[in-house]
């Protein structure tokens, strides 16, 4: 799928980063540019924490930018999804074999990822398993605390 830089995103995730992007270069940049002037004002910059501070702060703006700009330069956005196979963009419903319990996962680029919210990383292992799986299939999932087993319910 893609190269490696290859940033998967939704379009809901794409407009995040785009509204992240710019907040960063139209509010915090010159924020941060006048934080660093008032600093300086204030003398002498060898024992100055608010001119440490402010410059510290514009490194993590200026590599933030440069992280989003080119995430953005490598995106590929999930649009189309088959409802017949797993892939990024589909909702997986799954029953683990051994416990019958059943979950539920949406499968996002890695820049998405949010267990809490249940969006799992096509990255992770459990998303590895399921790819190009059907509705009725058994798969092995291989986790760091060694394997277990889950059947597809429902592909959305």
Known sequence: MGNKNTVYLTQEGLDELKKELDNLINVRRPENIQAIKEARALGDLSENAEYDAARNEQAQIEGRIKQLEKMLENVS????????????????????????????????????????????????????????????????????????????????
């Open 77 to 156: 956005i999930i649009s189309e999804v088959s409802k017949d196979k797993v892939g990024i963009g589909n909702t997986v419903s799954i029953k683990y074999v051994e416990d019958d319990e059943e979950d539920e996962y949406k499968i996002v680029g890695s820049q998405e990822a949010d267990p809490f919210e249940s969006k799992i990383s096509n990255e992770s292992p459990i998303a590895k398993a399921l790819f190009e799986h059907k509705v009725g299939d058994i798969v092995t999932v291989e986790s760091p605390n060694g394997s277990y087993q889950v059947e597809i319910i429902e592909i959305k």
